[in-house]
């Protein structure tokens, strides 16, 4: 698990490095510039001439020292000061001053065509207003070069909080940023612009009064996966009902029970109408089809399952809304763990009432259409917002949100807050959020008789991170174009070996 801080939680991380801990700031640009300088080292060629693009702050500072830190090492290495150089900072003066006496060249005017690789280091996390003018005429030669290009700390022009791109990006082969992941370097285009991620050790770390507010997890941190029962039966593994599919709807139905089922869920049975019901059975014979619908079906039913899916290919008809509401008040009064997904989430933005029934016991999966749909705001203004959008609809409703998009938000909005890095561009196809949802309620099952009980939120970005697992799985056999929702599922199995691995380790 790896920390992801915001533009401010790192500039206090390292204001409070150098003020409380006594680090000096110019030993931290020099930290960062042997990082980056280590880094480039293992891209270096034959006939290598390389270019810093410096800014006046104190990414410019670290820029100069790159190219000092090269040019020592006999590589053919030149900085550029773009910035104006009456208001560079006090740790840039000191770097100029000594990348001159060191007699580093300096060019005014470069010929962009003549370097095998560019370095940016222009503007740092600070960037708070869009690129134009001469500074975009520069980032705009510096991407038309035909060279590497690599950043310090983050592409000049991508927002270090919300990835958005400022007026005009630097767009890198490789990014080194220092001391944790900025937060735009999670969301695209900003995670586009960075290319390969690098980051890099220099001597910032959390303290108690200052500590990043959002983590991502990583492949060993499926681990905490329990062990499965080797006594266990069909019941000790968990019972899921899926409320799902109308008519001409059965597919997401079929995706999300078998989902669960292939993540280990013991029974599953589908609630749903009765043209699905040859179809389902055709399709998933190992799950239980019910098509009835009235109060002592119903009843039954909740009492059954241990955990409830509503949503999945239900549809927005009024017998689709009878459905969810009840389902939706029961498993509110039994307090019943509930996954409500995809026109279970549109059906309650048309009914935004039914909130009233949900709550801690909750994980609400909306992909960004739908949570505009939910708090009626435009996507534009969720896409700039995406985190701070999650955390404030999940605190409204007390539930876990799982906002999903290319980076998925999983956050309780207490304070829990998961940046999901796993999946790729193949799973943007009709019918992975069905997966997901069947996914997570499985994750849910793996719970149930065990004697660990992570919180919802962990659980629920467990989920996520391994349906993103199972993308990239898929992605390296199948290629992305070729991707299907199904193909998740496929390397389900594969995905949850890596994870037993990572227990014995």
């Not at 005014?108 to 003018?133: K, M, Q």
């Not at 592409?155 to 490789?174: H, K, R, W």
């Not at 899926?242 to 078998?258: D, T």
């Not at 389902?280 to 239980?288: K, N, S, Y």
Request: aromatic share 6%; hydrophobic share 40%; proline share 3%.
């Amino acid at each position: 698990m790896k920390k992801i801080v915001t533009c401010e939680e790192m500039k206090k991380l390292d204001g409070a490095t150098i003020h409380h801990i006594g680090v000096a700031s110019e030993v931290l640009m020099e930290r960062a510039a042997l990082k980056v300088v280590e880094e480039i080292e293992k891209y270096l060629e034959k006939n290598e001439r390389i270019l810093v693009v410096c800014g006046s702050g104190n990414n410019g500072g670290d820029g100069i020292a790159v190219a000092r830190l090269l040019y020592l090492k006999g590589i053919r290495a030149e900085f550029c000061m773009v910035g104006n150089k009456d208001k560079m900072t006090r740790e840039t003066v000191l770097q100029y001053k000594i990348a001159t006496g060191y007699q580093v060249p300096e060019v005014n005017n470069p010929d962009w065509s003549e370097y095998t690789t560019i370095v940016d280091a222009v503007f740092g996390v600070g960037l708070v207003r869009p690129i134009e003018g001469h500074y975009a005429e520069v980032i705009h030669e510096m991407n038309s070069a035909r060279a590497k290009k690599i950043a310090v700390d983050i592409p000049s022009g991508v927002n270090g909080d919300t990835g958005l791109e400022m007026g005009i990006a630097f767009s890198a082969d490789l990014t080194v940023t220092f001391g944790y992941r900025k937060r735009g370097l999670c969301f695209y285009p900003g995670r586009l612009y960075a290319g390969k991620i690098v980051t890099a050790d220099i001597g910032i770390y959390e303290q108690e009064a200052v500590k990043a507010s959002a983590c991502c997890l990583e492949q060993e941190d499926l681990k905490l996966f329990p062990e499965r029962d080797p006594g266990g039966n069909k019941g000790t593994f968990g019972k899921i009902l899926f409320v799902a599919g109308s008519e001409g709807m059965c597919g997401a139905a079929y995706l999300s029970a078998s989902a669960a089922l292939h993540a280990g869920v013991g029974m599953v049975k589908i609630q749903t109408v009765e043209e699905n019901r040859i179809p389902l059975q055709i399709l998933l014979p190992e799950a239980m089809v019910c098509t009835r619908f009235d109060e002592e079906s119903n009843e039954q039913l909740l009492s059954w399952c241990d955990i409830l899916v509503i949503g999945p290919g239900l549809g927005t008809s009024g017998a689709s809304r009878e459905r969810e509401q009840w389902f939706l008040t029961a498993a509110a009064r039994e307090k019943k763990p509930l996954i409500l997904d995809a026109d279970g989430l549109n059906l309650l933005a048309m009914h935004p009432q039914w909130k009233e029934f949900l709550g801690e016991n909750v994980i609400l999966t909306p992909h960004i259409g739908e949570m505009s749909r939910l708090c009626v705001r435009t996507i534009s203004e969720i896409q700039g917002t995406i985190a701070q959008t999650a955390v404030d609809y999940a605190k409204e409703t007390g539930t876990v949100c799982v906002l999903k998009d290319a980076c998925t938000v999983i956050t309780d909005g207490k304070g829990d807050l998961y940046l999901n890095l796993s999946g790729n561009s193949g799973m943007a196809t009709a019918g992975s959020g069905d997966v997901l949802s069947g996914l997570l309620a499985g994750v849910l099952c793996m719970y149930l008789k065990t004697e660990e009980h992570p919180s919802m939120v962990l659980k629920a970005a467990l989920g996520v991170y391994l349906h993103g697992l199972c993308g990239d799985l898929a992605a390296a056999e199948k290629g992305k174009r070729s991707m299907l929702a199904g193909d998740i599922i496929e390397y389900l199995p594969q995905a949850l070996a890596i994870g037993e691995e990572e227990s014995k380790s």
